[in-house]
């Protein structure tokens, strides 16, 4: 099994095809270094809620997965993980705009890690910020995920 920062460069380069939620939700992964990852999505009124603003589903989706990318960087063969907690804060309304979600490791350990998320709108200011404990799975508790 390669290592998952190599199948993350190969999606970054269109040499593989994305996961299905990036598809579905419509986000792009912009940038895949070890323990960062950056999500894009240019966000509209199929993103809306009833009020006309971005779902906090939405935007707890890019912070998801920019997250999980990063932390999915940092692992070796045969290591795969799964959130075992996430937070998030929204704190500005977005209705239209380019939304980027930027995934920091703040500690990978032997087990656990802990990555935080900011997502910013298309003039750098704070919209959400998200934090992920996630559980490094190996062996036999990584086949298949």
Known sequence: MPRLLD???????REVPPPPIAELVGFTITAVEPGR????????ERHANPM???HGGVLCDVA??????????TLGEAETFTTLELKINFLKPVW?????????VVKAGRTVGLVECDVRDDEGELVARATSTCLTLRGE????R
């Open 96 to 104: 239209k705009a380019r939304l980027r979600a930027e995934g920091r």
């Open 7 to 13: 199948l993350l460069q190969m999606m970054l380069r």
């Open 64 to 73: 998801d997965a920019a997250m999980g990318i990063a932390y999915a960087s």
């Open 141 to 144: 508790q990584a086949r298949g």
């Open 37 to 44: 990852a950056v999500v894009e999505l240019e966000a509209s």
């Open 52 to 54: 006309g603003t971005v």
